[in-house]
């Protein structure tokens, strides 16, 4: 068996936190389908969510259930902490067949089970359910009452434990890694695919003793054509002389995911770039300073906002979301945003990346920090100089 990321106690306090969710929502049953999620309650880790793959959880006090492909299942066995029973795999003749579903097999287990006239809490909007499996799930289960459950379990994800923070600050340490990488082979003539190759490669390397994880989102390099927008993709493009780079990268360990974002010039920057670096980094310190326990994300975004129109300038988007847990494609919990009006109050134990991302005619500028809440007020995982890099 693979050793699991935590005790088996902290997975039995999370269980807890979502039961006492569910029981105020009247919940008898939970049908997780966030693959994050079904890792966090689980610790079930691989590749195979491109099929139908669920965890189910009853109210009463028993472990969970991951069900999934047949041939998966040996993988649960050897990542997740519950008995081999509550590993279940759907049969091999349901996956891509016109004439049947894995949610018509799920559909008649969970009835099997006795639990098909419950009130169950799902999942609807989670990257791997497919419209098609809720249709076939919910026609399985006609005596069920089906309750939309979207974020319970993030909620309950959006304060960190300890042991959580603690691969945060390895994930943190490969972060820094990779953009010191990041700044040492962009170079005029190279190719955009080389240098993501070399940054791939110190972020799944890790530290000397801890590997790292492929990060949910991939290394994204803005430069030239490419400035004009927030996620691109690297293609075979070469740096130009006078690029400037903006790199949003992260590091990950166990699936905590930290991320960092940095700006970089080739050649000599024009003066414009140089004042919304000021501009960036003093708006980046008012947004650290307004990080505390009791304070808002509106509030957050709020003092960057002021700053911001100090200096005459004007950003539409976020600034920035909870982060933690994550698995492709987004490594952000879909809770708290940084963003005008947010009403999410801030706890010690949220963790926090706070991205700022300008983006003007024809070139970009952005500038990140991935932050632990703590009753003090914000504290920095991620480590590394904010200053504009200028690499003649």
């Known amino acids: 068996m693979v050793p699991l990321p935590f005790e088996r106690s902290e997975y039995d306090r999370r269980l807890g936190r979502v039961r006492v969710r569910m029981a105020e929502r009247g919940l008898e049953l939970l049908i997780v389908t966030d693959i994050a999620n079904q890792h966090f309650l689980t610790a079930y880790d691989g590749w195979s969510f491109y099929t139908p793959q669920v965890v189910v ?3 009463e006090d028993e472990a969970p259930i991951w069900v999934g492909r047949a041939m998966d ?6 990542t997740a902490w519950m008995p081999p029973d509550h590993i279940v795999g759907w049969p091999e003749d349901h996956i891509h067949q016109s004439d049947r579903h894995p949610m018509d097999w799920v559909a008649a287990w969970i009835a099997g089970k006795g639990w098909g006239r419950r009130r169950i809490g799902i999942e609807t909007d989670s990257y791997y359910y497919a419209p098609k499996a809720h249709a076939r799930l919910v026609a399985g289960l006609p005596d069920a009452r ?12 959006a304060v960190k434990s300890p042991a959580e923070v603690e691969y945060l600050r390895k994930a943190a ?9 990041a700044y040492d082979v962009v170079v005029p003539g190279l190719r955009e695919c080389d240098a993501t190759a070399r940054i791939l490669a110190a972020q799944v390397a890790g530290q000397k003793d801890y590997a790292g994880d492929m990060t949910a989102l991939p290394p994204t390099i803005m430069a030239g054509e490419n400035a004009a927008t927030p996620h691109p993709l690297w293609t075979d493009r070469r740096f130009a002389g006078d690029d400037v780079v903006a790199l949003e990268l992260a590091g990950a360990c166990r699936h905590y995911t930290a991320g960092l974002a940095r700006t970089m010039q080739l050649g000599r920057p024009i003066p414009a770039l140089k ?5 960036v980094g003093d708006g980046m310190d ?3 300073g307004a990080v505390r326990p009791g304070a808002t994300g509106g509030e957050v975004e709020a003092a960057w906002r002021a700053v911001l129109s100090r200096h005459g300038l004007k950003k539409e988007s976020r600034i920035g979301y909870s982060i933690g847990l994550g698995y492709p494609p987004d ?23 706070i991205i700022l ?6 070139w970009g500028y952005e500038l990140s920090e991935t932050v632990l809440v703590t009753a003090q007020g914000a504290q920095c995982l991620t480590d590394f100089p904010r200053d504009l890099f200028v690499k003649a």
């Open 146 to 157: 089906f309750i939309e459950a979207d974020l319970l379990v993030n909620w309950v994800r």
């Open 286 to 288: 008012a947004a650290l």
């Open 357 to 362: 991302g300008m983006w003007m005619d024809g």
């Open 73 to 78: 299942a040996a993988g649960g066995r050897l």
């Open 57 to 59: 959880v009853p109210i």
């Open 331 to 353: 490594w952000g919990e879909h809770t708290i945003s940084l963003r005008a009006g947010d009403r999410s109050v801030l706890e010690p134990g949220n963790v926090l990346h």
């Open 275 to 279: 004042d919304l670096a000021l501009a």
């Open 173 to 181: 340490r490969i972060a820094e890694d990779a953009m010191r990488v």
